[in-house]
């Protein structure tokens, strides 16, 4: 399984990533990571043609795009989109940060799964 991670790099500048999330078969119940500790779990709705300038998540966390499309754009002005069932591990907690912005006429609406 892939997934985008996001993150500060030495340079104080917000880069992407690609990771490869490893899966153990458990037989016919299918293929698991191992567990992750986490501390909260939340929902959030944002609107259509909603924009967010420079900022840093607060802490690590994995946002998944339940419903929607939202760009987020890092310091080198590589963009990346993020729609319905998209996985992001976004760990750019110092440094400029990066951008976001709605794509489209939906909502953006997400799952936040905070680790720290």
């Not at 986490?38 to 339940?66: D, G, L, M, S």
Request: charged share 25%; aromatic share 12%.
């Amino acid at each position: 399984m892939r997934i985008t991670r996001l993150f500060t790099g030495s340079d104080n500048q917000s880069h992407f990533d690609e990771l490869e999330i490893q899966l153990e078969s458990r037989g016919p119940l299918g293929f698991f990571t191992e567990p992750t500790s986490v501390k909260a779990f939340f929902f959030r709705e944002v609107p259509a043609k909603y924009q967010y300038t420079w900022h840093n998540v607060v802490c690590r966390e994995y946002v998944i795009t339940i419903e929607g499309m939202a760009e987020i754009e890092v310091s080198s002005g590589d963009k990346r989109r993020f729609g319905k069932g998209d996985v992001l591990l976004a760990e750019d907690i110092s440094g400029q940060g990066h951008k976001t912005r709605v794509i489209g006429n939906k909502p953006w609406r997400q799952a936040f799964i905070t680790l720290e």
